[in-house]
């Protein structure tokens, strides 16, 4: 049984420099955890998986369906970019990084925000969907 890690990296068209950078996981051991040659430990596969907003199982392979993240697995996504856009800042203003490598990771922040609004709205589309139809349904029941 395979993880899921380089499947969902690639589908999200990021690299692994950009994965190891966003997560704080070395490049390397991203490469040896998609090889499959070293297993992550519990911290690292909770971290990818907030990342990818999937279950710890998904990632692992060992769930076969995709599980929306609850509401509050959103706002910890949320409250993380915003942590790293103010980390950002800081090391800026204080001059430990240059504003060119600052302005690179806010639009890299940016982009994970706009993904994570995108695939909240899509959720949201889908329990609306699922909503009226049921209303649908228990309106033809009675109907009968």
Known sequence: MRN?????????NISQAQLASDTGISQ??????EKGSRKPKIEAW?????????SVGY????EDKFEPVSELEHQKSHDAIWKGM?????AAS??????????Q????YQRKSDELR??????????????????FKRRENNEK
């Open 28 to 33: 390397q051991s991203l490469s040896f955890y």
């Open 118 to 135: 995108f695939e909240e709205k899509q959720e949201t589309q889908q329990r609306m969907f699922d909503l009226a139809l049921s209303t």
């Open 59 to 62: 990632l692992q392979g060992i």
């Open 94 to 103: 204080v001059g430990t990084i240059g504003w060119e490598e600052a302005y």
């Open 4 to 12: 899921r890690i380089r499947e969902l990296r690639t589908e999200k």
């Open 46 to 54: 909770q971290k990818l998986a907030d990342y990818f907003g999937v």
């Open 86 to 90: 103010a980390k950002t800042l800081r």
């Open 105 to 108: 990771d806010l639009k890299r």
